[in-house]
């Protein structure tokens, strides 16, 4: 009988990837503030900013892949990356020191832990998640599961991150925001050395063999590794992976209407009083990493249980049904805001049940979409290939900003949107009911014919 726990390198992954994200999101939620209320620059540049630090730190996992597969491996890229992230925290630090005695200082120090921060996510982010497929033989049933535990771990971080960083840091004192991002490149240093205690024992592939080794270049003889051509079931593989990244697109940019329209929602139309207090518009902003944190569980028990039964579909379908459940969620609310007159809010309940329902299809696509980018790349390509994975997000959350200028406002004139007029909030959140459930009508019809694609390995 085999065992159905998991192999403690799992949770080694998750426990690193856990502090990165805390770093991450610990200098993301002070990381506006600080720039308008330390640094004094007006919104719109410190927005510019913002958007384009958010891309660029989604691009350059495509090189972070491409480096771990072609020369240093995972485990070094990780290494590599974790120190160039602390060290970009540790910059901010210092630029929060300087925010009023040296301004230009100050700056240098902001754009280049900026820099540092977007080269090392490049080569941590798509390098922790290859690994972690890598744990399980081919063909392991176990895997969505374990992407799916592993995501719990992201959201972990996500979780704590705003309470500490944002504690420590946005303090109503300008002065305070340096130890928002001290927490932020210390939370960066405990991963590190997590990770570096333990790789050697926990990161071993079933018979014990060590994973995210640099690849061999030279044979024991001498002759010089060349990689193999791509066979055609391996690019038919591959095509799967960007077929479904495409689809991906449609669900972040209408996921990630959670940081832009859906916060002017919270803010504006939302009655926020919770016996006698009100909660802050920000707040909301939570409900998707603890809704992750309680469902991730709940969802890898029950891709393990109908995976017994042969009953788990096949991850193309997992992934319709994220894209389903986004749509449904839109849907919901779009119900509730059905007629409202302008200035009259609505309960709060509405915008629960939506992130709840937007969190049930993000654990049905985003960990599901990792998993499979690893099973199905020929190992030679997996990081470049999450490199993929992570551009198509990227995209999503410029395309994102695009389409939540179509938030309608009073003395507007109507936005239009491929000829649809978008008069009120019903009509608005009807364009991404239409929008994901479109793109999950086509994933479902898609799915038989990808997985045949996948030749056994979705
Ligand atoms: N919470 C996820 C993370 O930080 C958000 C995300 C999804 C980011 C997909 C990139 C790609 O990993």
Redesign the pocket.
């Known amino acids: 009988m085999t065992t159905r726990s998991h192999p403690k390198g799992l949770y080694l992954l998750f426990v690193t990837?856990m502090w990165e994200?805390f770093s991450?999101?610990g200098m993301r939620a002070i990381f506006v503030l600080f720039m308008i209320k330390a640094l004094m620059f007006d919104k719109a540049h410190a927005a510019d900013i913002y958007g384009t630090y958010t891309g660029l730190v989604?691009l350059t996992p495509l090189v972070g892949g491409y480096i771990a597969d072609r020369y240093w491996g995972n485990r070094r890229s990780i290494l590599v990356g974790g120190v160039m992230m602390a060290i970009g925290q540790f910059m901010l630090f210092l630029s929060g020191n300087l925010h009023n005695t040296d301004v230009q200082s100050a700056t240098w120090f902001l754009y280049g832990g900026l820099g540092m921060l977007i080269a090392g996510n490049g080569l941590f982010?798509p390098n922790i998640s290859s690994m972690v497929g890598q744990l399980y033989e081919p063909g392991d049933k176990r895997v969505d599961s374990a992407f799916t535990i592993f995501?719990m771990g992201?959201?972990t971080?996500?979780l704590m991150a705003p309470l500490i960083c944002g504690t420590l840091g946005d303090t109503g004192h300008p002065d305070d925001f340096k130890w928002g991002f001290l927490a932020a490149g210390f939370g960066m240093l405990l991963s590190l050395a997590v990770f570096s205690l333990f790789k050697n024992k926990y990161l071993v592939t079933p018979q014990g063999a060590p994973i995210g080794m640099a690849p061999k270049r030279v044979h024991e003889s001498g002759e010089k590794v060349v990689h193999a051509p791509l066979t055609r079931i391996e690019k038919e593989r591959l095509a799967v992976i960007l077929i479904v990244s495409a689809f991906?697109i449609f669900f972040?940019s209408a996921f990630e209407q959670a940081g832009a329209s859906l916060t002017f929602f919270a803010e504006e139309q939302t009655n926020r009083n919770l016996l006698g207090f009100t909660v802050p518009a920000s707040y909301f902003q939570s409900l998707?990493?603890i809704s992750?944190v309680i469902f991730a569980p709940i969802f890898a028990m029950i891709w393990t249980a109908l995976g017994r039964k042969g009953m788990e579909p096949s991850s193309p379908a997992k992934m319709a049904f994220g894209l389903l459940f986004l749509s449904i969620g839109y849907l919901v609310i779009a119900f509730g805001v059905d007629g409202l007159q302008p200035g009259v809010k609505v309960s709060m309940l509405w915008l629960v049940s939506l992130y709840v329902l937007h969190t049930f299809g993000?654990l049905c696509l985003?960990p599901i979409?990792?998993s499979l980018v690893v099973k199905l790349s020929p190992a030679r390509f997996t990081g470049l290939m999450m490199g993929v994975?992570?551009l198509s997000?990227a995209a999503a959350n410029k395309f994102a900003g695009t389409l939540s200028e179509l938030y309608p406002e009073a003395g507007k004139a109507a936005p239009q949107l491929l000829g649809y007029t978008i008069n009120n909030l019903h009509d608005f959140f009807m364009v991404f009911v239409f929008m994901a459930g479109a793109a999950s009508l086509v994933l479902f019809l898609l799915s038989s014919q990808l997985k045949k694609m996948t030749h056994g390995l979705q």
């Open positions: 990837e994200r991450y999101y989604y982010k995501y992201i959201n971080g996500s991906v972040w998707n990493p992750v993000e985003s979409g990792l994975w992570f997000t």
